[in-house]
């Protein structure tokens, strides 16, 4: 058993009643893929949350295809689709987005890519671009000029894909750890506009759930060792997802940090809600101060009356150009008002995709160190993405 454990097979335990006798075996729900040199761990049993024993094992069996597919498709597809990770608007370093980006390249290339460049040689930046077949922009906190927008825009007219997580508020946790108070304030990226001209708009405010994960802060000594305790964060919304979806299909909750309520706008777009709050939800304006002293202050439920805030959405048709009536940034030979049949996700929080590092080495997206709770953050961002 230590070694399926080294090969990343966790085991399970399985309640198990027998002439009215109840005793719990240990099982390891795992297939193992094999070609040529490479193998793949194929789950068997789904840990999203179910309400009985039985519902997991339903939703187990429907998910096989699933998994053998996904498995198959990680060891025998070549990677053919190419990603650029968008920099240069202050995104977080590496170490950060590393959970994330690992999840991808087990199945795609991956480079960086800046948009600098625009400055001195726009043609040329969109021309570069335009060989990517999405683009990830994650968790930007320096506002995005128009000559970079419009990079952007002809990228998408041109059925470039996107993959868009945004904070329109800063809301750290670092801030509010050292001194136990913070600021949530409006991060202007200027992409209102350009998005508002897609089919949404993503709104300055943070957004509290009684649904949430939480965090873990100090909590008394104990002789000379401090004791930690885990509390309830409601402004960490823990998502549980449309079981019916592809994306969200048999998911682990999604956890998001300070999240901004999303607005869809009517167009021609067909927008697919992903991710939205629980009925138990309450939207917050900013400027706004938090304080960890909300953990120990008694929750009055009767004022968390915003149902299902949405938080993500999928948009798929053929996008208008955001500069269809204004003066372009820069003159381009084949300009495109409107584009090709064309698919865009936007998240209304960049710390969706950013992991925490711990000792300087980066901790995975989808478990909790403290709590082990396991979340459906990188299996939601990876089908997204195929």
């Known amino acids: 058993s230590k070694d399926l454990v080294k090969k990343g097979l966790q085991p399970s335990r399985l309640t198990v009643e027998e002439d009215g006798k109840v005793s719990e075996a240990v099982i390891f729900p795992w297939a193992v893929i094999s070609y040529e040199e490479q193998e793949a761990n194929v789950p068997l049993l789904v840990n999203a949350l179910a309400p009985s024993q039985e519902q997991q094992l339903q939703n ?33 370093e590496d170490i950060y987005l590393y959970s994330f980006l690992k999840g991808l390249s087990e199945y795609y290339k991956l480079a960086e890519f800046t948009l600098d460049s625009v400055t001195d040689n726009p043609t040329k930046t969109l021309e570069d671009l335009s060989n990517y077949d999405l683009s990830i922009i994650a968790k930007p906190t320096m506002a995005f000029d128009e000559k970079e927008k419009f990079v952007l ?10 993959l868009w997580l945004l904070d329109n508020v800063h809301a750290e946790m670092d801030s509010l750890m050292q001194t136990g108070k913070a ?64 994306i969200t299909k048999n998911i682990d909750p999604v956890v998001l940090k300070f999240p901004s309520s999303l607005d869809t706008l009517k167009n021609q777009i067909k927008k697919t809600i992903l991710l939205q709050s629980s009925p138990l939800a309450k939207i917050i304006g900013t400027p706004v101060n938090i304080s960890l002293d909300e953990v120990a202050t008694e929750t009055d439920k009767n004022t968390f009356t915003d149902v299902n805030t949405n938080f993500g959405v999928l948009l798929e048709g053929s996008f208008t150009s955001a500069y269809a009536n204004r003066i372009m940034p820069f003159d381009i030979n084949n300009y495109q008002s409107s584009g090709k049949a064309n698919k865009m996700i936007v998240i209304s929080d960049g ?36």
């Open 60 to 92: 187990s069996i429907e998910n096989l295809e699933y998994e053998f597919a996904n498995a198959l498709h990680k060891i025998c597809e070549e990677k053919t689709k190419t990603i650029a990770i968008l920099k240069g608007n202050g995104q977080p």
């Open 183 to 246: 600021l949530a304030f409006n991060r202007e990226l200027n992409l209102t506009d350009m998005l508002f001209s897609y089919g949404l708009r993503i709104n300055y405010n943070i957004t509290k759930d009684l649904y949430s994960g939480s965090i873990r802060l100090a909590a008394g000594n104990t002789g000379n060792q401090v004791q930690y305790k885990n509390f309830r964060w409601h402004h960490f919304p823990m998502i549980y997802a449309d079981n019916t979806h592809s």
């Open 153 to 162: 825009d002809q990228y998408i007219m041109q059925g470039g894909k996107t």
């Open 351 to 386: 710390d969706i995709g950013v992991n925490e590092v711990f000792r300087g080495e980066p901790l995975p997206l989808d478990k909790d160190k403290w709590t082990n709770q396991t979340y459906g953050n990188i299996d939601f961002l990876v089908n997204s993405v195929h």
